[in-house]
């Protein structure tokens, strides 16, 4: 089976690693519009050859899609009007309803999976790229039904294959679970980082004092921008509900802080406690 991966960072990196390995792939096509990812991905044996994007959506079984989303939105019509008529198209981004949108109405939209492979680290570009990153790891695919049985299987099967149980939800649904255990806490690392930074203008030292927990809380803000701004504006509905509910939290848990009520604080920590019983499970 022919596979072109349109962007060939952290996830469309990784995946190709996989594919090759599990030998889904007889022949792995890169795509990609930065040309010194292109030129990277080629010299690190990522993909077999580096093609125009016509040339390899003509030519390839399967297309998939691992770009920003806002690109994944502008392209994707377009990209399903130039495969090949059995041709199978997926994608891999972090919103669904905006996607699912842009190519509700079109002919070929039985070709198309929407899918969003949840997984990843805070690096970005080919040399980012892991092998098993999404192994034992969650894929949603979203309007099943919208897909055509056999469109379904190959992508079922290409993530499979990379070690990923595959659930099903509807694109709102989706959207709004992952404002909460996905967007919102890449948005607490964001501007927890830049709240920092801020303070260090005056507190040269203050960087000295960070240890292991100040560095798994903002790791996330090492995550690509061009990747994380089209995801926050085309969550917005969800993440502002998600962040006024945070900002609630903050709000109370700073009153409490002023007030000196340390039984107030011990209740709020003891209730976020929870967490510990919900995440263990998984």
Same mark, same amino acid.
């Given at each position: 089976?022919?596979?072109?991966?349109?962007?060939?960072?952290?996830? *469309?990196?990784? %995946?190709?690693?996989?594919?090759?390995?599990?030998?889904?792939?007889?022949?792995?096509?890169?795509?990609?519009?930065?040309? *010194?990812?292109?030129?990277?991905?080629?010299?690190?044996?990522?993909?077999?050859?580096?093609?125009?994007?016509?040339?390899?959506?003509?030519?390839?079984?399967?297309?998939?899609?691992?770009?920003?989303?806002?690109?994944?939105?502008?392209?994707?019509?377009?990209?399903?009007?130039?495969?090949?008529?059995?041709?199978?198209?997926?994608?891999?981004?972090?919103?669904?309803?905006?996607?699912?949108?842009?190519?509700?109405?079109?002919?070929?939209?039985?070709? =198309?999976?929407?899918?969003?492979?949840?997984?990843?680290?805070?690096?970005?570009?080919?040399?980012?790229? %892991?092998?098993?990153? &999404?192994?034992?790891?969650?894929?949603?695919?979203?309007?099943?039904?919208?897909?055509?049985?056999?469109?379904?299987? #190959?992508?079922?099967?290409? =993530?499979?294959?990379?070690?990923?149980?595959?659930?099903?939800?509807?694109?709102?649904?989706?959207?709004?679970?992952?404002?909460? #255990?996905?967007?919102?806490?890449?948005?607490?690392? =964001?501007?927890?980082?830049?709240? #920092?930074?801020?303070?260090?203008?005056?507190?040269?030292?203050? &960087?000295?004092?960070?240890?292991?927990? &100040?560095?798994?809380?903002?790791?996330?803000?090492?995550?690509?921008?061009?990747?994380?701004?089209?995801? =926050?504006?085309?969550?917005?509905?969800?993440?502002?509900?998600?962040?006024?509910?945070?900002?609630?939290?903050?709000?109370? &848990?700073?009153?409490?802080?002023?007030?000196?009520?340390?039984?107030?604080?011990?209740?709020?920590?003891?209730?976020?406690?929870?967490?510990?019983?919900?995440?263990?499970?998984?």
């Amino acid at each position: 089976m022919k596979i072109a991966i349109v962007g060939l960072g952290l996830i *469309g990196g990784s %995946l190709a690693i996989d594919l090759r390995s599990k030998k889904i792939a007889t022949r792995l096509i890169g795509v990609d519009f930065n040309e *010194g990812h292109a030129r990277k991905a080629l010299e690190l044996g990522l993909v077999d050859e580096i093609l125009p994007e016509e040339k390899a959506f003509a030519e390839s079984d399967v297309v998939i899609l691992a770009i920003p989303v806002n690109t994944i939105g502008a392209l994707l019509p377009s990209i399903l009007d130039r495969v090949a008529k059995n041709a199978v198209v997926i994608d891999t981004g972090s919103t669904k309803s905006m996607i699912c949108k842009s190519v509700a109405q079109h002919d070929r939209r039985a070709q =198309f999976v929407a899918a969003h492979p949840i997984s990843g680290t805070e690096n970005s570009g080919p040399t980012a790229a %892991l092998q098993g990153l &999404f192994e034992g790891k969650t894929n949603i695919i979203c309007e099943k039904e919208q897909s055509s049985e056999s469109s379904l299987a #190959v992508a079922k099967n290409i =993530f499979d294959s990379v070690g990923m149980n595959t659930i099903f939800m509807e694109p709102d649904e989706h959207d709004k679970h992952v404002a909460y #255990v996905s967007h919102l806490s890449h948005v607490s690392s =964001f501007l927890l980082g830049q709240t #920092v930074l801020d303070i260090e203008k005056d507190e040269k030292n203050i &960087f000295d004092l960070a240890g292991s927990g &100040f560095a798994s809380t903002v790791r996330l803000a090492k995550s690509s921008p061009a990747m994380w701004a089209p995801i =926050f504006e085309q969550n917005s509905e969800y993440l502002s509900q998600a962040l006024l509910e945070y900002i609630m939290h903050l709000q109370k &848990f700073h009153y409490h802080l002023m007030k000196k009520d340390t039984k107030e604080l011990v209740k709020t920590l003891t209730n976020a406690n929870e967490i510990r019983r919900v995440l263990d499970k998984k």
